[in-house]
């Protein structure tokens, strides 16, 4: 139970020790200072602190706050006996991902006191994005951040914040904070986390896990056109493969649009669908495309992979070599898939059949530039 401080208006003592008060005594009443309220939380936004008191007549009252808690009222108006009346406080945002903790004390001239306890809860670092899938070009990254000033970020090399992290947010607030992404030049595809942190001791962290496509510049593309026959009802279809060959590893290689069926529909090197790294052997002068390799492409909640018919077994020497693979003519000016081809189609991860098959020996020509 809230304990209460109050006083007597007037005591009643006889020779021998107390008596009672008389009935006029009692009806004189006895003056308290008293708050409603014990404790209440505030959300780190801050916000209004209100609560009735009731207080002695005829005093004036101070009024005792931290310094992030403003008093709205004039603490020196006088009162009716014991008047009971609403008192008005604003807390400020916080500052912190800390929870803090302060104490509102009224104290009459007289002595009388009680005490309301506030209790801020801490910032929530939040950011409205956690995953992101940038293009291999590159560009600006726009992140809605909640944030108290003070807070750090670190982020790959590739990857540079715009703002500083101490003047982009005054006291609790969301604000708009943007990040460059490079341009990404290489054949692989690259990860990397943008990780916020609070400044202070309370250990918050959240993370942006970005995921950025390989890079690769189309002009250099190496286009070979030739046909492939379905194994299904042997129909033939026209389709361009494209060698994208990495400039600083000549065994690092990407293969554009190997499944004919979406070349011909309309899904072409331009428009940068179906793209495979493969491993180039210089010594048998072939390469490697990984078995199931996923063909960077949906249709219709289906994803395709790649998979070769009768693979014919490869010796020790040759055992790194995957189960597709493209063979080259000396200057690299034909192709030949020696193998017949399949067209796998999986669904939310589970294989759902065969989408198409290929005749092997297909041979693809280089287009002149």
Same mark, same amino acid.
């Given at each position: 139970?809230?304990?209460?401080? !109050?006083?007597?208006? /007037?005591?009643?003592?006889? +020779?021998?020790?107390?008596?009672?008060?008389?009935?006029?005594?009692?009806?004189?009443? /006895?003056?308290?200072?008293?708050?409603?309220?014990?404790?209440? @939380?505030?959300?780190?936004?801050? %916000?209004?602190?209100?609560?009735?008191?009731?207080?002695?007549?005829?005093?004036?009252?101070?009024?005792?706050?931290?310094?992030?808690?403003?008093?709205?009222?004039?603490?020196?108006?006088?009162?009716?006996?014991?008047?009971?009346?609403?008192?008005?406080?604003?807390?400020?945002? +916080?500052?912190?991902?800390?929870?803090?903790?302060?104490?509102?004390?009224?104290?009459?001239?007289?002595?009388?006191?009680?005490?309301?306890?506030?209790?801020?809860? %801490?910032?929530?670092?939040?950011?409205?994005? @956690?995953?992101?899938?940038?293009?291999?070009?590159?560009?600006?990254? &726009?992140?809605?951040?909640?944030?108290?000033?003070?807070?750090?970020?670190?982020?790959?090399?590739?990857?540079? #914040?715009?703002? $500083?992290?101490?003047?982009?947010?005054?006291?609790?607030?969301?604000?708009?904070?943007?990040?460059?992404?490079?341009?990404?030049?290489? *054949?692989?595809?690259?990860?990397?986390?943008?990780?916020?942190?609070?400044?202070?001791?309370?250990?918050?962290?959240?993370?942006?896990?970005?995921?950025?496509?390989?890079?690769? $510049?189309?002009?250099?593309?190496?286009?070979?056109?030739?046909?492939?026959?379905?194994?299904? $009802?042997?129909?033939?279809?026209?389709?361009?493969?494209?060698?994208?060959?990495?400039?600083?590893?000549? @065994?690092?290689?990407?293969?554009?649009?190997?499944?004919? #069926?979406?070349?011909?529909?309309?899904?072409?090197?331009?428009?940068?669908?179906?793209?495979?790294?493969?491993?180039?052997?210089?010594?048998?002068? #072939?390469?490697?495309?990984?078995?199931?390799?996923? #063909?960077?492409?949906?249709?219709?909640?289906?994803?395709?992979?790649?998979?070769?018919?009768?693979?014919?077994?490869?010796?020790?020497?040759?055992?790194?070599?995957?189960?597709?693979?493209?063979?080259?003519?000396?200057?690299? @000016?034909?192709?030949?898939?020696?193998?017949?081809?399949?067209?796998?189609? !999986?669904?939310?991860? &589970?294989?759902?059949?065969?989408?198409?098959?290929? *005749?092997?020996?297909?041979?693809?020509?280089?287009?002149?530039?």
């Amino acid at each position: 139970m809230k304990k209460m401080f !109050f006083y007597a208006a /007037a005591l009643c003592l006889t +020779a021998v020790g107390f008596a009672s008060c008389t009935a006029e005594d009692e009806a004189f009443p /006895a003056a308290v200072v008293s708050i409603t309220e014990e404790e209440v @939380t505030v959300p780190a936004a801050g %916000g209004a602190v209100s609560f009735n008191l009731t207080a002695p007549s005829n005093e004036a009252f101070t009024v005792k706050t931290p310094e992030w808690i403003e008093f709205n009222e004039d603490a020196t108006i006088t009162r009716g006996v014991n008047s009971s009346a609403a008192y008005h406080f604003t807390v400020a945002p +916080a500052e912190s991902c800390q929870e803090r903790t302060g104490a509102i004390y009224i104290v009459a001239a007289n002595g009388l006191q009680d005490s309301l306890v506030v209790v801020q809860e %801490g910032v929530e670092l939040a950011v409205d994005k @956690t995953a992101v899938e940038a293009p291999a070009a590159g560009g600006v990254l &726009a992140v809605q951040l909640t944030a108290v000033p003070g807070y750090t970020v670190s982020c790959p090399e590739w990857i540079v #914040m715009n703002e $500083d992290p101490a003047t982009t947010h005054v006291g609790v607030q969301t604000a708009e904070v943007t990040f460059t992404i490079a341009q990404n030049t290489g *054949a692989n595809p690259r990860e990397g986390e943008i990780v916020i942190a609070c400044g202070d001791a309370c250990g918050k962290e959240v993370k942006i896990a970005i995921a950025q496509q390989r890079g690769m $510049d189309l002009s250099k593309m190496v286009n070979y056109a030739g046909t492939f026959t379905s194994l299904y $009802d042997g129909a033939a279809y026209n389709s361009t493969i494209g060698l994208l060959w990495d400039e600083n590893d000549e @065994t690092v290689v990407t293969i554009c649009n190997l499944e004919p #069926m979406f070349a011909t529909n309309g899904f072409t090197i331009e428009n940068g669908m179906n793209f495979v790294q493969g491993q180039y052997f210089p010594d048998a002068n #072939m390469i490697g495309i990984p078995f199931q390799s996923d #063909m960077n492409l949906s249709y219709g909640g289906y994803v395709f992979a790649a998979g070769a018919l009768n693979t014919p077994t490869l010796d020790e020497e040759t055992s790194e070599y995957d189960h597709i693979y493209i063979l080259l003519n000396d200057d690299k @000016t034909t192709l030949t898939f020696p193998n017949a081809l399949c067209t796998l189609a !999986f669904q939310n991860g &589970a294989f759902v059949g065969n989408w198409d098959m290929y *005749a092997g020996g297909a041979v693809f020509t280089k287009v002149a530039e």
